[in-house]
């Protein structure tokens, strides 16, 4: 794993980045932050398409479906192509607290089709209604479930996980998981996007000055606030990720842009990865902002990332 400090500096940045930086800024400042509202509020103005991420899109070749979990089904949404060599199972973002397994049906088709997965994306409790740990005992339940019926419902044996934000956090959680409670390590790859990996600040985050470009100290506080409990060890490896034994877990690919508060987050799991025997790329953007790959038709360095790990899990699945 190789870390090209040129991809960090100021001059790095294309004029295109900082110009929809500077307009997303603008537009985020002048609306109430998320942090004034409750959750409940805050995922209807998305499901209405308010906001930045803009209108919900919906596949129409998406089903829906449910697996058994540990307090009740669990809704899980399919997105599959002509073709499925693999399964990728998709854990959405949103911080614990926002997000559904059906509100990024257009990432879902592309990866399907440019990588030829099945797209499995998991609709697990959120918080504050259903705190840590509902939301990881649910993701885990969907690996065991996909695990005891991959090759009955999609006719392969090849599984790989990954997520965005809250989403990789969890995947990191699932597949310790699986190692730990299970005896699986058979993860074929772990596509893993500006994951927080811990529930604290690191030093991207604490030292972080450019206001709200979709994350900032007090989103992230309310995130954690409304997720885990104030007797939760932020040192726990369950709820941290960052802390747990990493060792024996699938190859990965790290994504993050330079501009996100959880950027050491990113370079710190990534690090870790290495250093505990696995196989790992890190793959950085300049001025890239957290969740900077939901704005291809904006970004050049959106659609480039979104190739990059269509290409990368490709890859992963023609390896077997």
Not at 84 to 92: G, R
Not at 244 to 266: K, M, Q, R, S
Not at 267 to 291: D, K, T
Request: charged share 20%; hydrophobic share 45%; glycine share 10%.
């Amino acid at each position: 794993m190789h870390i090209d400090a040129d991809l960090f500096g100021p001059e790095a940045i294309a004029t295109e980045t900082r110009e929809f930086n500077k307009q997303l800024a603008e537009m985020l400042a002048a609306a109430p932050s998320i942090t004034t509202m409750e959750p409940h509020e805050v995922r209807d103005l998305r499901r209405q398409g308010q906001g930045v991420f803009g209108p919900l899109v919906v596949s129409e070749r998406a089903r829906t479906s449910t697996v058994p979990g540990p307090d009740g089904d669990i809704p899980i949404r399919v997105l599959a192509g002509d073709r499925v060599d693999a399964v990728y199972l998709h854990i959405h973002g949103g911080g614990f607290v926002l997000g559904s397994e059906d509100m990024q049906d257009p990432m879902h088709d592309a990866m399907a089709d440019e990588s030829g997965v099945a797209v499995v994306s998991v609709g697990y409790r959120l918080a504050p209604e259903h705190p840590y740990p509902a939301g990881a005992d649910d993701c885990e339940a969907a690996a065991v479930w996909l695990l005891e019926n991959i090759e009955e419902e999609f006719g392969t044996e090849t599984m790989l996980i990954g997520g965005e934000s809250a989403g990789a956090h969890l995947a990191v959680t699932t597949l310790v998981r699986m190692r730990d409670r299970h005896e699986f390590t058979g993860f074929a790859g772990a596509n893993l996007v500006y994951g927080g990996y811990t529930v604290e600040y690191t030093p991207s985050t604490r030292n972080w000055d450019r206001g709200n470009l979709i994350l900032d100290q007090d989103i992230i506080d309310w995130f954690h606030r409304h997720t885990f409990a104030t007797n939760v060890d932020p040192a726990d490896p369950d709820a941290a990720p960052l802390y747990a034994d990493l060792g024996g877990l699938a190859t990965a690919l790290f994504t993050v842009g330079t501009l996100d508060p959880l950027l050491d987050n990113t370079l710190m799991m990534a690090a870790r990865w290495v250093a505990a025997g696995n196989q790992a790329e890190l793959a950085v953007y300049p001025g890239g902002i957290h969740a900077f790959d939901v704005f291809p038709e904006e970004l050049a360095i959106a659609r480039d990332a979104r190739a990059y790990m269509h290409g990368w899990v490709r890859d992963i699945v023609a390896m077997g």
